[in-house]
C-alpha cells in the first residue's frame, strides 16, 4: 500500500482566515519540499479528505506514472521530517522556501487555535502550547503513545484502498486520524457511521490527554446501539412504576417508618 498522503490538522476555535491561512502554507510546503526533492515533475496533490471538528486537510500525491510513486513517498517522509526538525530544533535540511512556510502553518498556534499538528502514514508531530519555543530551538515535549483503545463513531473513510479513516471521539467529538496496519483493511468492512472501539496505539497531547491519532491499528469493534424508544422496555422493572400502591398509601407507609 502506497504512503502517499499528508494531512494537516488545526485544533481549537479556526476561523475561516486562519484554515484558509494554513491551506496555503501547505500547499507552499509541498510545492517547495517537491521542487526540492524531485525537480519539476507531473505529480498531482488532490485532496483526499476534509473533516470537521478538528479542521482536518488530507491531500494524496498523485504520479503520472509508477516510477514516481517512489518521489511521492519520499515528499511525504520529507514533510514529517521537517516537523520533526521544528519540534527538535535542529538544522534544515531543505531549502529555506520549506522552512518558512512550515514556520508559518506552526505559528498560527495563537491562544485560539491551540495545536497544529503535521501526519504522515507513519508519525505524527504535534505542537500546541510550545511551539514558539520550538521555533526558537528550544526542544518541545514528546506526545505520550501506548496501546490502548478509543470509543468514537467513524465519520471518514476513504474509498481508495487507503489505510486511514477518522473517527470522533465521543468525549468532545474531535476527530482522531487512525491508521490500519497493511493488510488490516478487511476489519474496516461496515464500520461507517458506527460507534466503534477502535484498538491500537495511541498517541495523546501530553497538555490535555486527549488522544490524537490511533496507529498499527489491530481491532475494530463494532458496539451495538440501542434503538429509538427502547427505554419502554424498562417501564415495570421498578417495583411500583406501574401503580402498584397509590401515592397516599405510599406517603402514609413513609410516615408510619
Known amino acids: 500500500m ?34 526540492d526533492i524531485a525537480g519539476k515533475t507531473g505529480i498531482e496533490w488532490l485532496v483526499d479528505g476534509l473533516d470537521a471538528g478538528s479542521a482536518t486537510a ?32 535542529r538544522q534544515f535540511n531543505y531549502s529555506p522556501a520549506v522552512k518558512a512556510a512550515a514556520i508559518r502553518i506552526v505559528s498560527l498556534v495563537d491562544g485560539r487555535i491551540k495545536s497544529v499538528r503535521f501526519e504522515t502514514p507513519d508519525i505524527d508531530v504535534e505542537f500546541s502550547g510550545e511551539a514558539r519555543a ?18 468514537g463513531r467513524v465519520q471518514s473513510m476513504t474509498s481508495r484502498g487507503q489505510l486511514r479513516f477518522t473517527l470522533y471521539d465521543l468525549i468532545d467529538d474531535r476527530a482522531i486520524s487512525c491508521y490500519l496496519s497493511p493488510g488490516g483493511e478487511d476489519i474496516m468492512r461496515e464500520a461507517w457511521g458506527k460507534l466503534v472501539l477502535v484498538e491500537g496505539l495511541v498517541r495523546r497531547d501530553p497538555e490535555t490527554g486527549r488522544a490524537t491519532t490511533i496507529r498499527e ?41
Open 58 to 89: 488530507t491531500v494524496r500525491g498523485v504520479p503520472e506514472n509508477e516510477t514516481q510513486l517512489t518521489t511521492v513517498e519520499r515528499i511525504v517522509r520529507a514533510y514529517g521530517d521537517v516537523g520533526l526538525a521544528i519540534r527538535s530544533g
Open 217 to 257: 491499528v489491530r481491532d475494530i469493534q463494532i458496539i451495538a446501539e440501542g434503538k429509538h424508544g427502547d427505554y419502554r422496555e424498562a417501564i415495570g422493572a421498578a417495583s411500583g412504576f406501574l401503580g402498584d400502591e397509590l401515592p397516599e398509601e405510599v406517603i402514609r407507609r413513609a410516615r408510619d417508618v
Open 134 to 151: 520550538s521555533l526558537e530551538g528550544e526542544t518541545a515535549g514528546e506526545a505520550e503513545c501506548a496501546y490502548g483503545a478509543v470509543k
Open 2 to 35: 502506497p504512503k502517499d498522503t499528508v494531512t494537516l490538522v488545526l485544533n481549537g476555535e479556526v476561523s475561516l482566515q486562519d484554515f484558509s491561512e494554513a491551506i496555503e502554507s501547505l500547499v507552499a510546503l509541498i510545492s517547495s519540499l517537491q521542487k
